[in-house]
């Protein structure tokens, strides 16, 4: 079976805290791509990165990290110090190969004032 | 550059009725192009997805239906809705089958 799982539906928490979403996948392929989307209030998906399954390097961008793991499938998502405006749903994506993106349920985060 | 454009934003529709979501991209040529829903909160559920002209790839059996009459256009129709199709419908396209997928701006579509 092919399926990406987020296990935490909403999560809040206060400005500036740190905070991880997690993302689990499942895939028998060896080459895959894994993606994570953030939506919005305003609902469009906006691109946050795409990572494949042969680079596992740690990847930071501002206050955005991403630590991919094959040996426990996973490939989560921190976000230092956060702020208000990274309230929103992520969605973390598999691509097994094949033309079909894979999404999770999505997490939604409100980071509070 | 390229840009993704659905229509309309948002739709309300009696029971029955039919249904027309129109995408088009632009600035590129021959890629692939999805549907997806999501339901209120739900995650998002891949359509129907098309590699081609004529081509297309249903994930889920409904009373939805897509066609791609041109290379950069992707319709999603439905002859008659149900309650249950209401959603937030998002076309989106990709350059490649593992390339990053660009997402429109989303058609909200509530049937009575």
């Known amino acids: 079976a092919q399926k990406v799982t987020q296990a935490q539906t909403e999560i809040s928490v206060v400005e500036k805290e740190d905070v991880t979403l997690d993302c689990v996948y499942e895939?028998?392929?060896?080459?895959?791509?894994l993606f994570w989307y953030k939506q919005p209030p305003s609902g469009e998906l906006v691109f946050l990165i795409r990572?494949?399954?042969?680079?596992?390097q740690n990847e930071i961008s501002g206050r955005y990290s991403w630590n991919f793991q094959k040996s426990t499938s996973s490939f989560n998502f921190t976000i230092t110090a956060s702020q208000v405006v990274d309230s929103a749903v992520y969605f973390c994506?598999?691509?097994?190969?094949?033309?079909?993106?894979?999404f999770g349920t999505g997490t939604r985060l409100k980071v509070l004032a | 550059s390229q840009t993704i454009h659905q229509w309309p934003a948002t739709l309300v529709q009696p029971v029955g009725s039919p249904l027309s979501l129109e995408c088009t991209v632009e600035?590129?040529?021959?890629?692939?192009l999805y549907w997806y829903r999501q339901a209120a909160g739900r995650g998002l559920q891949l359509l129907f997805y098309?590699?081609?002209?004529?081509?297309i790839s249903s994930e889920v059996p409904q009373n939805l239906s897509a066609s791609r009459p041109q290379d950069r256009q992707f319709i999603l129709s439905s002859k008659k809705l149900l309650l249950s199709d209401s959603g937030f419908y998002l076309c989106?396209?990709?350059?490649?089958?593992?390339?990053?997928?660009?997402f429109g701006e989303g058609s909200r579509l509530t049937v009575l």
């Open positions: 895939t028998r392929d060896t080459t895959y791509y």
């Open positions: 989106a396209w990709s350059p490649a089958n593992t390339g990053e997928l660009f």
């Open positions: 098309s590699v081609g002209i004529g081509q």
């Open positions: 600035g590129t040529s021959n890629p692939n």
């Open positions: 994506a598999l691509v097994p190969g094949t033309y079909k993106y894979i």
């Open positions: 990572r494949n399954s042969f680079d596992e």
